[in-house]
């Protein structure tokens, strides 16, 4: 019997940082290995040109490659690619975009997250983001979706469309479920009430940083008033933050996080979250540097990836047309 699919990609837009692993890459890679899935992870390079792309995208787009594999994703288990690379996803986002509701596409919390964060640049391709990410998933007849609590409106959305383009044409699309994995949401190490982000880099800490840079960002991590380390979300949301992070690369929790650290004051705390982080990190960053040594075998890596997903993306677009235009 064959596997589950499960289908999910990064956008290349600048160096991964810890929120982007914990929230999203760390849980491929646990996927991945429970031999469960029949898993294809992409590169969401078309999604990356909503925002200001830098002049040296294509590199971007390498490095992200390289974070995949360095980060314990495997070529003979998953099926990596990158998005542009199989034109099918675009194919069928036109179709579904046929029968997508404008009222609710106006309503994405995305679409008002992003449109404020680049006033200058509001296209509409961030308008049509969700019909394009519905797509990706639908092209492979996927039954899973990994998803964060925050991503749910984009999973009823996709739902949505499949089941609207079913109803019109008959039924072609499959509506995935979404996996809930644990993604802890990792906030700014300078200011605990938004997310982590590249955009700032004083409080975004990246992969691939040096250990010495990793102990610097953590002991100039913003704390609250008071010297307890008690876990309080809304009370002490920065030591709060640097908590989650702690029990998110340890395994151990909160409650033992403030056990451990009673009448000890923050930085003891914060010496030993960085020392955690640079361990974890570590094996990332070495392999990482080596994997962007090998251009040409990363390259054919995700050329093979990308072989295989065109042929399920166009097995799956023949059927819809077929249904489409019959």
Known sequence: MPKPIIVSGIQPSGRLHLGNYLGALRNFVELQNTGKYQCLFFIADYHALTEDTSDDFADQIFDLKASYLAAGLNPKKSTLFV?????????????????????????????????????????????????????????????????????????????????????????????????????????????????????????????????????????????????????????????????????????????????????????DFKHDLGELVVQALEPFRILKKRIRKEPTIVNKTFALGAKRANKLAVAKMTAVRKAVFR
């Not at 542009?84 to 106006?106: K, M, R, Y």
């Not at 469309?161 to 809930?180: C, Y």
């Open 83 to 267: 998005q542009s690379e199989v034109s099918e996803h675009a194919n069928l986002a036109w179709l579904l975009s046929t029968v997508a509701p404008f009222g609710e596409l106006s309503r994405m919390t995305q679409f008002k997250d992003k449109s404020a964060k680049q006033p200058g640049n509001v296209n509409a391709g961030l308008f049509t983001y969700p019909i394009l990410m519905a797509a990706d998933v639908l092209i492979y007849n996927a039954d899973f979706v990994p998803v964060g609590d925050d991503q749910d409106q984009h999973l009823e959305l996709m739902r949505t469309l499949a089941r609207r383009l079913n109803s019109r044409f008959g039924e072609v699309l499959k509506e995935p479920k979404g996996v809930h994995t644990e993604t802890p949401r990792v906030m700014s190490f300078s200011d605990p009430e938004r997310k982590m982000s590249k955009s700032e880099q004083n409080g975004c800490l990246f992969l691939d940083e040096e250990p010495e840079m990793i102990m610097r960002k953590v002991r100039s991590a913003v704390t609250d008033s008071g010297a307890e380390v008690r876990f309080d979300p809304v009370g002490k949301p920065a030591v709060s933050n640097l908590m989650t992070v702690f029990s998110s690369l340890s395994g151990v929790s909160v409650q033992e996080i403030e056990r451990k650290y009673a009448g000890r004051g923050y930085a």
